[in-house]
Nanobody, 115 residues
């Protein structure tokens, strides 16, 4: 199983980025997918989660109204659209696939919000 994140980078405050996570080696449409992030010196926190069919989403409190998670099961890919970015959004962003007791993580993509 491989989860490969992409789309991170350096962006100014107020800007936007779209992260992608391409999955292989699993039945993607069966897995709930989520994005987590971890800033230096802080614990990893949930950013957003989407159910296997994409019918339900949930977000961490600090990103509600700014970030949108979506998925394309035909492309085995989950996305995170991030708008109105703030310096405190700076972190390594990871995607996670979860089905019952199985979970897989990607290697992460760095997002830095700075002027």
């Amino acid at each position: 199983v491989q989860l490969v994140e992409s789309g991170g980078g350096l962006v100014q405050p107020g800007g936007s980025l779209r992260l992608s996570c391409a999955a292989s080696g699993l039945t993607f449409s069966s897995y709930a997918m989520s994005w987590y992030r971890q800033a230096p010196g802080k614990e990893r926190e949930l950013v957003a989660v989407i159910t296997s069919a994409g019918g339900s989403t949930n977000y961490g409190g600090s990103v509600k109204g700014r970030f949108t998670i979506s998925r394309d099961n035909a492309k085995n890919t989950v996305y995170l659209q991030m708008n109105s970015l703030r310096p405190e959004d700076t972190a390594m962003y990871y995607c996670r696939a979860q089905l019952m007791y199985r979970e897989y993580w990607g290697q992460g993509t760095q997002v830095t919000v700075s002027s």
